[in-house]
Every structure is written in C-alpha cells, then in structure tokens.
C-alpha cells in the first residue's frame, strides 16, 4: 500500500488527503491545528460523495486516514509529501527545512503553493531537489488540474516520477515550463478578478450579474475547449489567424483597467460582502459545496460520455480501475450511483436501471469472450426481451453492485439474471430477468455462437448452475 503524508490539513491539504485516499492510499495527516480531523472529515464527506460518482467501475478501496502528533510520525513511509501550509516563505521555508530533516530522500516533495516558485521554496534546503511546486485547484478531490513546477535543481527522472503518481490519481499534471510568480492559472483567474472587482467598484455589475456572465456564457466554453481553442472557433472557416487580425486591433482599447487594481478599502470589500450575501447567504458553506461538486460531476460526466477534456481524462484513469473480483455469481457492476441518474423524484429513474442492467449483460459478454472484437467479426448477442423489477429507491451517492447469474445457455439462446443490491447492507434494490439471442451481423438473423465463445460460455453456465 502506498503512503502519503499531508502537511497542513485546511481545505487544499483536506481535498490532497481525500484525493489519495480515494484512489487507494494511506494517509497521514500532521496539523497542529486542534480542528484539523474535524475539517478534514467535513472534506472527506463531501470527497466520497461525489468522486466515485464520476466513474462507472468502482474506485480502489479507501486507504487509511492517520492523523499525527510530530512530523516524523507523519512522513515515516511516505512516498509523497504535500506540504499545504499558509501562503508565508518563511514558514513555508521552516515547515521545509523540518520535513528533510525526517524524510525519506526518495520522497517526493510537493508544495501547494499558488504564488511561490520552486527556487523560492528550495533556498537554503538540503536537498532542493527533492521540492517542487505541485499547485491543485479547489476542490482538490474533484479538480484534476495541478501545475508541476520545477527549478534547475529537479532532474528530469524526479519530474517524470511527480507526473505518473499524479496521473495515478486520476489529476491532469499540467508541467509549468519556465518558473514565474502565480504560474499560468491563478495568473489567468488574477487577471479576471482584477476587472471583476473594478466592474464592482465603478458599480458597472454586481457579484451575482458578474458571476452570471461567467457561468451562462464564456465559463460553459472554457470549460471544455478553453481559451483559444474557443476563439479558433470565432474566427470562422478562416481560423485563428482571422480572428487575431479582425479583433488584435481591439487589444490596444481602453476597455480594461488589468495594469491597475482598485484600491481595497474597507468600502468595497463590504460592498462586494454585501452583494456576496445577497446572491448566495440563503445557502451554508456545506450546502454550497455539494451544490458544486453535483454540478461538477454532471458537467464532467457529460463530458465522460463525449470523450472530450476532463472526461477523456476520466475514461483514461477508470480504465487503470481494478475490476470486479471473480465470484460466482459473477459481479458484473461495482460502482456509485450518481448524481445524474436521479430525477424529480429524488431516486434514479428507469432508464437508469436499464443502463446498468446493459451494463452487467456487457460484462457478462466479456466473460464468455462476446466482446467488442467478437463483434467486429460479425457476431454478438441481441436483447429479445426484459422485466425489471423495482424493489427500493435507490438515491445517488450509494454504492452498488450487480450479481449476474446465466440461467439458461442452450445454443443461441442465453438467459441472465441480475439483481442490483447496495453494497452497504446487501439489500437487493431491482431485479432484471434478460432473455437474449445470438445473431449475425451480417443477416441479422439468430445464428450459434461460435465454438470459442459457446464453450466459456458452457463453462461458465456450469459454474451457474444454468439449463443447458
């Protein structure tokens, strides 16, 4: 089992330590902080909540959480350490110097930091090449991106080492080519923010009219295209290199104030605090976030399902996911519900239960070699008929699996036997009794299965204790 150790456990060391625990690793946590276990469990809610949620095979099993007294104790076995203390160089360079003075030299080093550069961090380190920056975004758990920083003193073999446990968890190591203050992201969400608060401060917007133009126009297409990418787009069948020369000249108008910031008087921050309470004081932090990460996972499911941008990213990590262990009856479904497969109702919907009873049949087609070369050949296995039963509600959130059994395999008929049961208690939520035929392709007409494929499935059958 891999180990981690979190130094500084707020929000970013919370959402680091949900991170990895998630994906299968120990955890210890040193805070000296005597809230820390209480805010870290308030993370690791929200954490198991919504990130199985935006997978479709059941994430590894939860590491072990260990929250300690000294340094020492924390970074004993570690392979990784995440430093995610207050944004202070001198503590920062204290909490450093401490952390290699106890540390394995093999461990990695990463610091959270979002202004600081990995040069700055090392001065006057033992080891400077064992820091670098590795700067994730809230919430960590959910989020993949995180900007991997190096200076001089980090080989290449280091880096390379920070980018593969990285991708491990399912994040997106975004390598920051040269070193400079706020890397590439919070220099991009810096620039926003600063027109942001002198739109506020000329009282041109408000937080909310701000937040809405984000959130209903250019957020929807940064989120899966980006910055340039979108604007390839605006250029017309011409490109890039149109839309550069058609609205470049813009770029020399007085439209923004970005060289300059408003002054932070106590005015403005109590009117922006003010308009912030209006928009959005009628909700609790805690009601905040989960209102975030559902819609977070509902955005990037969507995106699973294309293939495209952090849902590429997804499908790439679930492939690396373990499959369901081989038992009998076979466990054909291991996986979370999520937030959207449930409906007005407050529990998934049938169409849902479809998907995951597909879902089993597809498994069970791979266990007997029914799979997509088979199909590719010219011959698969077609639903003739199904009944569902509905036994309980079922909500997202809940961890479930399928049971499939093979009740009949009497040449090109096959007939399964699913039930859904949530994994906690072993109740059985829904039933599918699935008649199916193999057929060619070709004629779309029932044909036998071929040889290889009818003696797993024989094979298989027996286990079962089916009709053959």
Not at 166 to 191: K, N, Q
Not at 250 to 272: C, Q, R, S, Y
């Amino acid at each position: 089992m891999s180990r981690a150790a979190i130094i500084g456990g707020g929000v970013i060391g919370g959402g680091w330590a949900a991170r990895f625990l998630l994906n299968g690793w120990d955890v210890a946590v040193f805070d000296p902080d005597p809230e820390a276990a209480r805010k870290i469990n308030d993370v690791l809610l929200g954490a198991r909540r919504a990130l199985p949620m935006l997978y479709d095979r059941a994430l590894p099993a939860e590491g072990r959480l260990t929250f300690c007294d000294t340094l020492e104790e924390a970074v004993a076995g570690a392979a990784w350490v995440q430093e995610s203390v207050p944004e202070r160089l001198a503590l920062k360079h204290s909490v450093l110097k401490s952390l290699q003075d106890v540390v394995s030299e093999e461990a990695v080093i990463g610091s959270s930091t979002s202004g600081f550069t990995p040069s700055q961090l090392q001065e006057g380190s033992a080891r400077p090449g064992q820091i670098i920056v590795t700067h994730p975004f809230n919430p960590v758990y959910l989020i993949p991106l995180v900007e991997v920083v190096g200076s001089a003193e980090n080989d290449a073999e280091m880096l390379e080492k920070a980018d593969s446990i990285l991708t491990s968890l399912g994040m997106f190591p975004l390598r920051v080519r040269a070193e400079i203050d706020a890397h590439i992201a919070d220099r991009l969400l810096e620039a926003v923010w600063r027109e942001a608060l002198w739109l506020v401060s000329d009282g041109i917007a408000t937080t909310e009219e701000i937040d809405n133009a984000i959130r209903y126009g250019f957020g929807l297409r940064w989120a899966q295209m980006g910055l340039f990418e979108t604007y390839r787009i605006a250029g017309g069948e011409a490109g890039m290199k149109h839309f550069m020369e058609q609205f470049g000249p813009a770029l020399a108008w007085p439209w923004t104030k970005l060289m300059d910031v408003p002054e932070f008087t106590p005015e403005l921050v109590d009117l922006i605090a003010t308009q912030s309470d209006a928009q959005s004081g009628a909700l609790d932090i805690r009601a905040l976030e989960r209102l975030r990460d559902d819609n977070l996972v509902a955005m990037m499911r969507a995106l699973k399902q294309r293939d495209a941008a952090a849902g590429a990213l997804l499908n790439a990590h679930e492939a690396t996911l373990p499959k369901p262990p081989e038992q009998v009856p076979l466990r054909s479904v291991e996986r979370v519900i999520p937030v959207d497969w449930t409906d007005y109702n407050g529990h998934m919907n049938e169409g849902r239960y479809g998907q995951i009873f597909s879902d089993a049949a597809d498994a069970v087609m791979a266990e007997i070699g029914a799979d997509a070369t088979y199909i590719a050949g010219g011959l698969s296995y077609f639903t003739v008929e199904t009944t569902v039963k509905y036994l309980k509600e079922t909500h997202a959130g809940e961890r479930v699996h399928v049971a499939s059994r093979i009740t009949l395999a009497d040449g090109k008929k096959l007939r399964l036997w699913h039930e859904m049961i949530r994994s906690a208690d072993d109740t059985v939520l829904a039933s599918c009794d699935q008649f199916l035929l193999h057929v060619s392709l070709e004629t779309r007409a029932s044909c036998p299965p071929a040889p290889t494929v009818l003696a797993k499935l024989g094979a298989l059958a027996r286990q079962h204790g089916a009709t053959e």
